[in-house]
């Protein structure tokens, strides 16, 4: 299993969803990814569409104000 991160850090939706997105057809099934947001629709918006698609949102941390990291295990 691999941990990868990735950093959207002054990006807004719908780009937050779709980098998430690319990031996460580069892992194997199982794989977990952290993202980093600070557009608070993001939070809301990306985890959704994440787990439509099948993907498990393992959790949401809020880590500073305006500043969030989502974990994600592919499915």
Known sequence: MT?????LTGDVCP???VKT???L?????GDE???TFDHAPAIDNVPRSLAN??????SIDKIGD???TVH????
């Open 3 to 7: 941990q990868e991160t990735l950093d």
């Open 15 to 17: 780009f937050t969803f």
């Open 21 to 23: 997105k690319l990031k």
């Open 25 to 29: 057809e580069e892992l194997e099934s």
């Open 33 to 35: 990814l952290a993202v």
């Open 53 to 58: 698609e099948g993907h498990e949102i393992v």
């Open 66 to 68: 305006n500043l969030w």
């Open 72 to 75: 994600i295990k592919k499915a």
